[in-house]
């Protein structure tokens, strides 16, 4: 199957400062891929959706200036958390999507904790 | 608003029986339908799916169940095995979906534990 590598699998941070995240796929090119948030107990409930070479359209509630992401290549994505707050410690997942077909393809994700 | 309820958050079976695994949905707009499978620190991985003009399909041990009407879908797991303990993910897409803007709908996953 294909390969979604996410970097990092866990970071800490002190508040107000920011955190990248990578998304990359690693076997094929991906003009989409979506990022996800999952809350201790909840869903992943989805951030936005990032498109090669544009704008990613965010999901209502989702602070398009807090989370950064840049999908400048067709096998890269990056999201990043500026100003990290607490609230903000969660478990962040990306996927991507393979062609046209409906099968997405998840990284590992990453534990975000703010200090 | 949860509009994909996984109302089990665990559930433990012996290894050789059948996992049962429910799936509610509100949204009469969603389509298709999509189980996945996550080990701690991985990404889900795709299982299996159907379209909401079936109402089973089948892939080796695992079948998909789906009942329109009462907003319902399972997962069959038979023979469980230990490999199969993991995190159970329903999802759902709207009607419409093709194309690079349909996005997945969550439930809140149910940890399956398959004891020997």
């Known amino acids: 199957g294909a390969v979604v590598s996410q970097h990092p699998s866990r970071v800490i941070c002190k508040s107000g400062t920011s955190v990248k995240i990578e998304c990359r796929s690693l076997d094929f090119q991906a003009t989409t891929m979506f990022w996800y948030r999952q809350f201790p107990k909840q869903s992943l409930m989805l951030m936005a959706t990032s498109n090669e070479g544009s704008k990613a359209t965010y999901e209502q509630g989702v602070e398009k200036d807090k989370f950064l992401i840049n999908h400048a290549s067709l096998t890269l994505s990056t999201l990043t958390v500026t100003s990290a707050h607490p609230e903000d410690s969660s478990f962040y997942i990306c996927s991507a999507r393979k062609g046209q077909g409906e099968k997405l393809f998840f990284g590992s994700g990453t534990q975000l904790s703010v200090l | 608003d949860q509009q994909v309820k996984q109302n089990s958050p665990s559930l433990s079976v012996q290894e050789g029986r059948i996992s049962i695994l429910n799936c509610d949905y509100t949204?009469?707009?969603?389509?298709?339908f999509l189980w996945y499978k996550k080990y701690p620190a991985e990404g889900p991985t795709f299982l299996i799916s159907i379209s909401s003009i079936k109402d089973k399909n089948e892939d080796g041990r695992f079948t998909v169940f789906l009942n329109k009407s009462a907003k319902h879908l399972s997962l069959h797991i038979v023979p469980s095995q230990p490999g199969d303990s993991a995190v159970y993910f329903c999802?759902?897409?709207?009607?419409?979906?093709?194309?690079?803007?349909?996005?997945?709908?969550f439930g809140t996953g149910t940890r399956l534990q398959v004891t020997l």
């Open positions: 949204n009469s707009m969603f389509d298709y």
């Open positions: 999802a759902a897409l709207p009607w419409g979906y093709t194309g690079t803007a349909s996005k997945l709908t």
